[in-house]
Nanobody, 125 residues
């Protein structure tokens, strides 16, 4: 059984920072755990960031480019999302996701096999 558990969400003022973590356990290769999505109230879930399976390349949604950084510690089986210069529009539930697909950049949530339970990020103005 595969488990992805996010942590690190919370309430922060605009301009602040948070680091989200996604701990993976079970029968999954950590290289498959490689994306973050988010869902704001009343909106559909959207792609935020992804790294390829080796961790060598990263891609971001235009709305977070330059502010968010995705990374992974294979020894700790953990995926991270460092979020800086947070804005009220970043308020959402953030989910980590894993896929056995090997394509470099997968932005379609339907292509993901594993999801965490989500962690709430609230940015006040």
């Amino acid at each position: 059984q595969v488990q992805l558990v996010e942590s690190g969400g919370g309430l922060v003022q605009a301009g602040g920072s948070l680091r989200l973590s996604c701990a993976a356990s079970g029968r999954i290769f950590i290289g498959h755990v490689r994306a973050w999505f988010r869902q704001a109230p009343g909106k559909e879930r959207e792609f935020v960031a992804i790294m390829n399976w080796s961790g060598g390349n990263t891609y971001y949604a235009d709305s977070v480019k330059g502010r968010f950084t995705i990374s992974r510690d294979n020894a700790k089986n953990t995926l991270y999302l460092q979020m800086n210069s947070l804005k009220p529009e970043d308020t959402a539930v953030y989910y980590c996701a894993g896929t056995v697909a090997m394509a470099e950049k997968i932005m379609d949530e339907g292509s993901y096999d594993y999801w965490g339970q989500g962690t709430q990020v609230t940015v006040s103005s």
